[in-house]
Each structure stands twice: as structure tokens, then as C-alpha cells.
């Protein structure tokens, strides 16, 4: 009898992402935008401060990057609230809008993972009670993803990095007051 394909890396740090996700909204009734990654020396957690803005979201995105570089990722996880907006069946999607301003928008929780040589991404709709509260994730109907791009794609090195370009990306983190205890202690430190 056999056990079956073996869990890699990400598929755990895609179901633990997936239960972070759970939890927050039940706890706060909000995700907070992470970075959940995983190295040979441990795993890492960072919040950034706020994504209020292009400026502040690509600085996360930067920031995923550095700290994946720094600490020899080998898996990474973004987990963001989102608007999304679909295409009707046989209809081309309208990009006239933002999803946010959309009428038919729908509320996610978008995760998306990678591993050297491995994409992955979820999309966990948000079903919200009559009151507004958080009643749970629903599955997402859509086409599956089978290509990812944006601020938030390519968080991985594509080749393994050098202990100098390790070295200078902590030596940019501690600049910006990120150290590797605080990616290691609890998410609200960082």
C-alpha cells in the first residue's frame, strides 16, 4: 500500500498559511498582510506596518524578497485580503475598473506560494454573515492558476544565494529594524 505523494515544504506552508488566514478572521475580522516562509535554519513570519499605499505594498513585496534572500528561504507564502473581480462565463473581464470600485466584486483571501521550481496559489472566498462577521471560507469556482505575476510573484531567489548576498540583505534589513529574532518571535513584532 502506498503512502502517497510526499508533502513538500510549501503544500505545509500553503495549509498553515490557510489556518493563519482562518484564524485571523475569526480573531480580528481581517487578514493581516504576511509573509510566511520557510529555510533550512526555521521558519519566518513578518507583518508589514500597513499596505495603504502602491508605495507600501511594493516595499513589502521588496521586503518579502530580502528576507527570503537573507535567510536562504526555501518555501515562501503571501497571504493578502483582496477584492476580485471575474469574467461572466463567455464574457472578456472589464479592466475599466479596480475590483475594489467593482459592483460584482468579491471578497478574498489570496495565497500564493513558491518553492524553487514550484508555484502555487489559493484563492479562499470570504463568506461573511448577515451582520458582517466572518462565517467562513468558501471554494473558489474560478479557473485554477497556472500562471501568477505581479508585486507580489517571485518572492524566491531563482538561484541559491551567496553568504555575501546573504550578508548584505540582513545588513539592509537591520537597517529597517528587521532583524531575525523579530521574524522568528511572535507576527505583532515585526
Known sequence: MSAGPQQTALDKLLAYAEGYAEFSMRKLGRVPPSL?????KGSFHFIPANLKDVRAKDNFANTA???CL???ATAAVIVLEAWMKTAKPGETLDTTEPPSEAFDRQEVVVITGEAIGQEKQKLL?????DAGGFFGFGEHAGP???NYQGRFAQIIPPKKPTSEDQELAKSLLAAMGITEESL???PESN
Open 36 to 40: 510566511l516562509a520557510a529555510s533550512p
Open 65 to 67: 524578497r530580502l528576507i
Open 70 to 72: 537573507a535567510y536562504g
Open 125 to 129: 472566498p470570504i463568506i461573511r454573515t
Open 144 to 146: 485554477k492558476f497556472d
Open 184 to 186: 522568528r518571535n511572535k
